[in-house]
């Protein structure tokens, strides 16, 4: 995982906000685990590679 952090700030319909809110409680994670999941898997369906990604090579 990254050892440094930074904030993305981003505007969200407030009922977009609460039912995602309400989903990942009921997956047990956070908003905040859904949204760096998301952002890895575009950035890799997208082929960009960026210097904390995991090499998947090893095992």
Sequence with gaps: MEKKTARL???IDPHKKKAFEELCALQDLTPS???RKLIREYLSEHGVDYPTQQDKKQP
Excluded: A, M
Aim: glycine share 0%; no cysteine; charged share 0%.
């Design 33 to 35: 685990q859904v949204v």
């Design 9 to 11: 700030t981003l505007l």
